[in-house]
């Protein structure tokens, strides 16, 4: 079920199935790929039409960030007109906040950012600050649904991934991290920026708080590149620096650094980081 919720094929699905069916993806807006909220819920309301009835459809889930698509931000409308859909016809809205939670966003949850309240949030990574563990919360009337012990597993309730996840909050707000998690967002979005008005090879630059991405196009083409994406990864592992990509095309990085990471090392980070995306750029300009 896990597996045919993701969006992305490669390397997730290839190699698996069959899967359930009953699930369905929709385009998820992005001026960077045409997509408007318009267009997201005329996809969701013609599905209501042409494949399911909206009466039967359990739950709608949705990443305010997106992950693994690509870290496209959802924007405030298509979150209200979200919560609309699922009023009138009875559907529980869940926001996926494995990635976007804990602070990533500079507040505790991204949802928070839009002022729509999900019926369900789930929520993972952060939360333990490396440890094993995952939760979803929500509103009494679903999460008192089960009978007693129809939620749990064989690790549910671990005594010290519990215990790391006290700790985490109590740093969070000690070390006052959704602060900073802005505060460092703003300087690598500022950074980045700067480097896009005079390198051709970055599309766009998103994200809110520490949770930020740059995209890399074919400027000639003006298409997605992963191979862009993928020499600007090397030049940087070759420094040190560790970068991940994502999004449907591989031509995104994302950046996801600890919250706590020392000011010294960000700095650092951002020299390294700037530097390898110009090598790749010297080295594209000159084949």
């Keep these: 079920m896990g597996l045919a919720l993701t969006g992305k094929n490669a390397p997730y699905k290839t190699g698996f199935g069959p899967f359930p069916s009953g699930i369905y993806h929709l385009p998820f807006p992005s001026p960077t790929l045409n997509v408007t909220v318009e267009d997201s819920i005329k996809a969701l309301e ?18 305010p960030i997106q992950g693994e698509g690509g870290f ?16 009138e016809h009875g559907i529980v809205l869940i926001a996926d906040e494995i990635q ?35 939760g979803v919360c929500g509103k009494a009337h679903i999460m008192d649904g089960p009978s007693p012990g129809g939620l749990g597993g064989t690790y549910a309730g671990n005594p010290l991934a519990i215990a790391a996840a006290h700790a985490v909050l109590d740093v969070l707000e ?14 690598l979005k500022e950074v980045l920026i700067a480097e896009s008005h005079h390198n051709p090879y970055i599309k766009e630059v998103r994200g809110i708080g520490s949770m930020m991405a740059i995209e890399f196009y074919d400027p000639i083409s003006n298409t997605p590149s992963a191979s ?12 040190q620096l560790l970068l991940l990509t994502c999004g449907v095309y591989g031509n995104v990085i994302r950046f996801l650094y600890p919250l706590t990471i020392p000011d010294q090392q960000f700095e650092s980070a951002l020299s390294d980081l700037v530097n390898a995306i110009r090598e790749a750029s010297d080295e594209l300009a000159s084949v």
Excluded: W
């Design 46 to 63: 013609n599905l209501f039409k042409a494949d399911i009835d909206p009466k039967s459809v359990a739950a709608v889930i949705i990443e």
């Design 72 to 87: 496209y931000v959802a924007l405030i409308e298509l979150m209200t007109r979200l919560r609309a859909l699922c009023n």
């Design 100 to 134: 976007s939670g804990f602070g990533r966003t500079g507040k505790m949850f991204c949802m928070e950012h839009f002022g729509v309240e999900p019926d369900l949030i789930t929520m993972a990574k952060s939360i333990a600050a490396g440890l094993p563990l995952s």
């Design 174 to 187: 000690k070390e006052n991290l959704c602060s900073r998690s802005i505060r460092l967002g703003n300087k």
């Design 228 to 239: 862009i994406a993928s020499k600007v990864q090397k030049n940087a592992l070759e420094k």
